[in-house]
């Protein structure tokens, strides 16, 4: 039970991909509670792959409501030691345009009221974990590697803005993102990078532009253009994830 990649799948993407063979689905549970769907077990480029929904399989859970806690301890438990975690993004920097993936290497956290540590009562000492490089560094190498490999011409530094949703960011909010170093908002990156990080769990993120950011290059942000981006910036996602999965040693 040990050495498992994991992928955890975000908004347009909520099973693996046909090149992925299925063996089992199970539910493991946890002191923190419900995790938002079973983990799916299979085999990828010939390793065992774990598969998880955030938003659950039918996309019943808003950002704001996922149990992250929940979702990172039962990954642990399988035997995860990798997570490449896929993300919708709006954008604030003109590289990184909507269809195409970033791979972000620093993150900002504008959430709130999240459960969002594993360190939060009972404690015999207080533990700080360091989060310098919020991502791990040498899944971040393996994902551009798997990206020039594949000619996918990901962006390979951003910094990422969680923001707390479901709602989207008003123009000036988007503003003051772009003005604190955002290139990049999304609503699920935290506390999920940090909870990997204080269970040891390597952990990087595959973001997938979605639209502009409110008020950056345009109007109001359409529904209709967002799952337009998503569609096609998701094959780009199977390609990646699969080569990234063959380098992996
Ligand atoms: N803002 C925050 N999260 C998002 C966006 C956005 O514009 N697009 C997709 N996820």
């Known amino acids: 039970m040990s050495d498992k990649i994991a992928v955890i ?13 299925l063996t089992r689905q199970e539910i493991i549970n946890t002191p923190y509670g419900e ?3 079973p983990l799916v077990f299979g085999m990828l480029q ?6 998880l929904a955030r938003h659950g399989f039918t996309h019943r859970l808003p950002p704001h409501r996922i149990n992250y806690l929940a979702n990172i301890w039962m990954l642990k438990k399988a035997g995860v030691d990798k997570i490449l975690a896929v993300n919708a993004v709006g954008s604030i920097n003109d ?18 009221g999240r459960e969002h540590t594993f360190y939060a009562e009972d ?16 899944l971040r190498k393996t994902l551009i590697q798997a990206g020039k490999n594949k000619e ?3 962006v390979e530094n951003a910094v990422y803005g ?6 989207l960011e008003s123009a000036a909010e988007v503003k003051r993102l772009a003005n604190d170093g955002c290139d990049l908002i999304g609503m699920t990156g935290m506390p999920e990078a940090s909870l990997a ?9 595959i973001s997938v532009v979605a639209n502009w950011a409110a008020g950056f290059n345009g109007d109001e942000i359409s529904m209709e253009q967002i799952e337009s981006h998503m569609q096609k910036g998701m094959q780009k996602v199977e390609t990646l994830i699969s080569e990234t999965i063959r380098l992996i040693d």
């Open 9 to 21: 799948g975000g908004t347009g993407l909520y099973s693996m991909m046909d090149d992925f063979e």
């Open 35 to 37: 995790a938002s769907s």
């Open 46 to 51: 010939g390793k065992e792959v774990v598969f």
């Open 95 to 112: 590289n990184c345009t909507p269809e195409n993936l970033v791979i972000p290497d620093q993150i900002i956290d504008y959430s709130w």
């Open 123 to 138: 404690l015999t000492r207080v533990v700080h974990i360091d989060f310098t490089h919020p991502y791990s560094r040498s």
């Open 152 to 154: 996918l011409k990901l």
């Open 162 to 167: 969680c923001t707390q949703g479901p709602r």
């Open 197 to 205: 990080r204080e269970i040891s769990i390597e952990y990087a993120s």
